[in-house]
Protein backbone atom coordinates (compact mmCIF):
# COMPACT_ATOMS: atom_id res chain seq x y z
CA UNK A 1 0.00 0.00 0.00
CA UNK A 2 1.53 3.76 -0.83
CA UNK A 3 0.99 5.81 1.85
CA UNK A 4 1.61 10.12 1.26
CA UNK A 5 4.81 10.84 4.13
CA UNK A 6 3.12 10.98 7.19
CA UNK A 7 -0.71 8.97 6.09
CA UNK A 8 -0.60 6.55 8.90
CA UNK A 9 -3.30 3.88 7.06
CA UNK A 10 -6.10 2.17 8.60
CA UNK A 11 -7.90 3.13 11.88
CA UNK A 12 -10.85 1.64 13.52
CA UNK A 13 -12.99 4.25 13.34
CA UNK A 14 -16.98 4.47 12.21
CA UNK A 15 -16.77 8.06 11.01
CA UNK A 16 -14.10 7.40 8.63
CA UNK A 17 -13.66 7.11 4.91
CA UNK A 18 -10.90 5.10 5.25
CA UNK A 19 -11.83 2.01 2.64
CA UNK A 20 -12.16 4.34 0.16
CA UNK A 21 -9.32 6.16 0.97
CA UNK A 22 -7.09 3.33 1.01
CA UNK A 23 -8.61 2.13 -2.37
CA UNK A 24 -8.08 5.52 -4.04
CA UNK A 25 -4.45 5.76 -2.76
CA UNK A 26 -4.05 2.16 -4.01
CA UNK A 27 -5.52 2.31 -7.31
CA UNK A 28 -3.36 6.23 -7.71
CA UNK A 29 0.03 5.03 -6.69
CA UNK A 30 -0.49 1.17 -8.55
CA UNK A 31 2.55 -0.03 -10.98
CA UNK A 32 -0.14 -2.00 -12.53
CA UNK A 33 0.36 -1.07 -16.64
CA UNK A 34 -3.48 -2.93 -17.44
CA UNK A 35 -5.22 -0.39 -19.86
CA UNK A 36 -9.15 -0.10 -20.55
CA UNK A 37 -10.28 1.85 -24.08
CA UNK A 38 -12.56 4.47 -23.27
CA UNK A 39 -13.87 7.17 -24.97
CA UNK A 40 -13.78 11.07 -23.92
CA UNK A 41 -15.23 13.81 -25.60
CA UNK A 42 -12.79 16.35 -25.92
CA UNK A 43 -12.47 20.24 -26.81
CA UNK A 44 -11.45 20.08 -30.21
CA UNK A 45 -9.34 23.09 -29.32
CA UNK A 46 -7.17 21.02 -26.70
CA UNK A 47 -7.31 17.82 -29.00
CA UNK A 48 -5.55 20.20 -31.58
CA UNK A 49 -2.88 21.68 -29.02
CA UNK A 50 -2.48 17.98 -27.98
CA UNK A 51 -1.74 17.37 -31.57
CA UNK A 52 0.47 20.18 -32.07
CA UNK A 53 2.85 19.87 -29.21
CA UNK A 54 3.36 16.32 -30.38
CA UNK A 55 4.12 17.20 -33.56
CA UNK A 56 6.51 19.43 -32.20
CA UNK A 57 7.77 16.99 -29.86
CA UNK A 58 6.66 17.88 -26.40
CA UNK A 59 4.34 14.98 -26.12
CA UNK A 60 4.08 12.08 -27.37
CA UNK A 61 0.48 11.82 -27.83
CA UNK A 62 -2.99 12.82 -26.61
CA UNK A 63 -3.28 9.77 -24.43
CA UNK A 64 0.00 10.67 -22.74
CA UNK A 65 -0.89 14.07 -21.81
CA UNK A 66 -4.66 13.45 -21.02
CA UNK A 67 -3.57 10.43 -18.65
CA UNK A 68 -1.00 12.79 -17.39
CA UNK A 69 -3.24 15.58 -16.36
CA UNK A 70 -5.62 12.99 -15.08
CA UNK A 71 -3.13 11.82 -13.12
CA UNK A 72 -1.97 15.17 -12.16
CA UNK A 73 -5.65 16.03 -11.08
CA UNK A 74 -5.91 12.67 -8.74
CA UNK A 75 -2.88 13.32 -7.24
CA UNK A 76 -3.90 17.07 -6.05
CA UNK A 77 -6.99 15.26 -4.88
CA UNK A 78 -4.88 12.60 -3.16
CA UNK A 79 -3.09 15.16 -0.80
CA UNK A 80 -6.66 16.73 -0.02
CA UNK A 81 -8.28 13.87 1.18
CA UNK A 82 -5.45 13.10 3.03
CA UNK A 83 -5.33 16.09 4.23
CA UNK A 84 -9.10 16.73 4.81
CA UNK A 85 -8.86 12.65 7.07
CA UNK A 86 -5.92 14.23 9.33
CA UNK A 87 -7.93 17.01 10.36
CA UNK A 88 -10.52 14.91 10.84
CA UNK A 89 -8.66 12.87 13.34
CA UNK A 90 -6.41 15.76 14.36
CA UNK A 91 -8.80 18.77 14.66
CA UNK A 92 -6.19 21.02 16.52
CA UNK A 93 -3.83 20.29 13.61
CA UNK A 94 -6.08 22.68 11.17
CA UNK A 95 -4.65 26.33 10.70
CA UNK A 96 -6.85 28.90 11.61
CA UNK A 97 -8.04 31.97 9.47
CA UNK A 98 -5.25 34.18 10.62
CA UNK A 99 -2.79 31.28 10.25
CA UNK A 100 -3.51 30.59 6.63
CA UNK A 101 -4.07 34.32 5.41
CA UNK A 102 -0.53 35.39 6.95
CA UNK A 103 0.83 32.64 4.85
CA UNK A 104 -0.36 33.11 1.95
CA UNK A 105 0.35 36.42 1.85
CA UNK A 106 3.88 35.80 2.74
CA UNK A 107 4.02 33.25 -0.17
CA UNK A 108 2.26 35.54 -2.46
CA UNK A 109 5.09 37.89 -1.91
CA UNK A 110 1.74 40.28 -0.89
CA UNK A 111 2.77 43.68 0.87
CA UNK A 112 -0.07 43.30 3.18
CA UNK A 113 2.28 40.12 5.48
CA UNK A 114 4.43 43.23 6.64
CA UNK A 115 1.11 43.86 8.06
CA UNK A 116 -0.02 41.04 10.30
CA UNK A 117 -1.93 43.43 12.82
CA UNK A 118 -3.74 44.29 9.70
CA UNK A 119 -4.79 40.37 8.93
CA UNK A 120 -5.47 39.66 12.29
CA UNK A 121 -8.30 42.73 12.62
CA UNK A 122 -9.42 41.68 9.22
CA UNK A 123 -9.65 38.00 9.91
CA UNK A 124 -11.88 38.42 13.39
CA UNK A 125 -14.00 40.91 11.12
CA UNK A 126 -14.13 38.31 8.38
CA UNK A 127 -14.84 35.29 10.71
CA UNK A 128 -17.82 37.21 12.49
CA UNK A 129 -19.17 38.29 9.21
CA UNK A 130 -18.76 35.97 6.50
CA UNK A 131 -19.29 32.13 6.76
CA UNK A 132 -17.09 30.51 4.53
CA UNK A 133 -14.39 32.87 4.38
CA UNK A 134 -10.99 32.29 3.53
CA UNK A 135 -7.50 33.41 3.69
CA UNK A 136 -8.74 35.75 -0.18
CA UNK A 137 -11.36 37.66 1.91
CA UNK A 138 -9.38 38.32 4.71
CA UNK A 139 -6.48 39.56 2.59
CA UNK A 140 -8.55 41.70 0.43
CA UNK A 141 -9.86 43.45 4.18
CA UNK A 142 -6.51 43.82 4.80
CA UNK A 143 -5.61 45.63 1.93
CA UNK A 144 -8.57 47.75 1.82
CA UNK A 145 -7.74 48.42 5.59
CA UNK A 146 -4.01 49.47 4.96
CA UNK A 147 -5.36 51.54 2.02
CA UNK A 148 -7.63 53.46 4.25
CA UNK A 149 -5.28 53.97 6.87
CA UNK A 150 -2.86 54.86 4.16
CA UNK A 151 -5.03 58.02 2.88
CA UNK A 152 -6.53 58.67 6.27
Given at each position: MY??WWYTGR???PDS ?5 D ?6 H?S ?5 G????L ?7 A?L ?5 Y ?6 L????L????E ?21 L?E???A???ID?N????E?D?I ?5 W?A??R ?6 D ?6 GM??A????
Amino acid sequence: MYHIWWYTGRVNDPDSEQPQLDRFLDLLHSSDEATAGTSIRLPENLREAASLAAEMGYAVSLTELTVKGLRDVLEAISWRVVLDEHYRRNPQARPSLIEVAKAAAAIDDNPIAEEPDLIEQAAAWVAEHRSGANADDVLWLAMGMSLARAIA
